[in-house]
């Protein structure tokens, strides 16, 4: 009797952790989506302990290295990740979050008089999540932003060609994009080239630029051959087509290749939770009778 309740308390403990975390999870990503308030208090914490990290970066190769991934997660994720925070402010997040996160559990565990064995299990659990949370969150953003600047690329080509066929130049179709076009990465990164070439960055340049942030195969080909056109004088409508015929093929191939992995992956639950469900169902009876005779 006293093992089924320590049984079913560890379960409930492991529920309801699970479950704060994920609302957890869910009130940094708010943040990370651009609102102000909570993730300006967050940054405001971090910004001295960044600080602190970005002055030994110089000495340090293997943290070195780490911020200058951290730094290419945060300008695939456009920035905008716990309220814009930098690398090093997300890198402190690491070390930050998991001694929040024991600060709070403990004295609640205190407060409600849960066995000292329990508490120190869900800060334990708690401080593993918080400390990967940073770095999973900070992909996860930079996974979103660059699926979504796929999905909308082929669009925004095609009106880019439409207004070059027209007559139009390159940066008067990328004006036509960022006007016609909802709030997304792809606009959020024609803007930043119609910035850049107002400051006197050639529109080449700018491209490449795209091309180096987004850090995709399909945007280093569409980009990186508008520049070229750009530069050899070719014909930008037909490229722009090309691009986006690409991109189109390039979306296909992968999902037929998810279509197959998925027939893989549904293979396990099949296997592990399906099956023998229908076995019990159907040799039980058998088997009870078996053992009644």
Same mark, same amino acid.
Not at 67 to 72: A, M, N, T
Not at 244 to 269: C, D, E, G, T, Y
Not at 271 to 283: A, D, K, R, W
């Given at each position: 009797?006293?093992?089924?309740?320590?049984? =079913?308390? =560890?379960?409930?403990?492991?529920?309801?952790?699970?479950?704060?975390?994920?609302?957890?999870?869910?009130?940094?990503?708010?943040?990370?989506?651009?609102?102000?308030? %909570?993730?300006?208090?967050?940054?405001?914490?971090?910004?001295?302990?960044?600080?602190?990290?970005?002055?030994?970066?110089?000495?340090?190769?293997?943290?070195?290295?780490?911020?200058?991934?951290?730094?290419?997660?945060?300008?695939?994720?456009?920035?905008?990740?716990?309220?814009?925070?930098? $690398?090093?402010?997300?890198? =402190?997040?690491?070390?930050?979050?998991?001694?929040?996160?024991? /600060?709070?559990?403990?004295?609640?565990? $205190?407060?409600?008089?849960?066995?000292?064995?329990?508490?120190?299990?869900?800060?334990?659990?708690?401080?593993?999540?918080?400390?990967?949370?940073?770095?999973?969150?900070?992909?996860?953003?930079?996974?979103?932003?660059?699926?979504?600047?796929?999905?909308?690329?082929?669009?925004?080509?095609?009106?880019?060609?439409?207004? /070059?066929?027209?007559?139009?130049?390159?940066?008067?179709?990328?004006? $036509?994009?960022?006007?016609?076009?909802?709030?997304?990465?792809?606009?959020?990164?024609?803007?930043?080239?119609?910035?850049?070439?107002?400051?006197?960055?050639?529109?080449?340049? $700018?491209?490449?630029?795209?091309?180096?942030?987004?850090?995709?195969?399909? =945007?280093?080909?569409?980009?990186?051959?508008?520049?070229?056109?750009?530069?050899?004088?070719?014909?930008?409508?037909?490229?722009?087509?090309?691009?986006?015929?690409?991109?189109?093929?390039?979306?296909?191939?992968? %999902?037929?290749?998810?279509?197959?992995?998925?027939?893989?992956?549904?293979?396990?639950?099949?296997?592990?939770?399906?099956?023998?469900?229908?076995?019990?169902?159907?040799?039980?009876?058998?088997?009870?009778?078996?053992?009644?005779?």
């Amino acid at each position: 009797m006293k093992t089924d309740i320590i049984i =079913a308390f =560890a379960c409930a403990a492991v529920s309801a952790a699970a479950l704060a975390y994920l609302l957890v999870r869910g009130l940094l990503g708010s943040a990370a989506a651009g609102q102000r308030g %909570a993730g300006s208090s967050i940054r405001t914490v971090l910004a001295p302990i960044a600080l602190f990290f970005e002055a030994r970066r110089g000495r340090d190769i293997e943290l070195n290295r780490t911020l200058d991934r951290f730094e290419k997660l945060v300008v695939q994720s456009g920035g905008k990740f716990l309220d814009g925070a930098t $690398a090093g402010e997300v890198f =402190a997040a690491r070390f930050v979050f998991p001694v929040a996160a024991v /600060a709070v559990i403990a004295p609640l565990g $205190a407060l409600l008089r849960i066995p000292g064995f329990f508490v120190m299990c869900a800060s334990l659990f708690f401080a593993v999540l918080m400390y990967s949370y940073p770095e999973s969150g900070l992909k996860a953003a930079a996974e979103e932003r660059t699926r979504r600047f796929t999905r909308d690329l082929p669009g925004s080509l095609d009106v880019m060609r439409l207004v /070059a066929q027209s007559g139009g130049d390159l940066l008067s179709a990328i004006r $036509a994009v960022i006007d016609v076009m909802d709030p997304g990465p792809v606009r959020d990164e024609l803007s930043r080239v119609v910035a850049e070439v107002t400051i006197g960055t050639s529109l080449a340049a $700018a491209l490449n630029n795209v091309a180096a942030r987004v850090g995709t195969n399909e =945007a280093n080909a569409v980009f990186s051959t508008l520049a070229q056109s750009l530069e050899m004088g070719t014909s930008v409508a037909e490229n722009l087509q090309s691009a986006a015929q690409l991109i189109r093929h390039s979306a296909r191939v992968r %999902a037929q290749a998810q279509a197959q992995k998925a027939v893989v992956n549904m293979s396990f639950p099949l296997l592990l939770l399906i099956l023998p469900g229908v076995f019990i169902v159907l040799f039980a009876p058998l088997v009870i009778q078996y053992i009644n005779r």
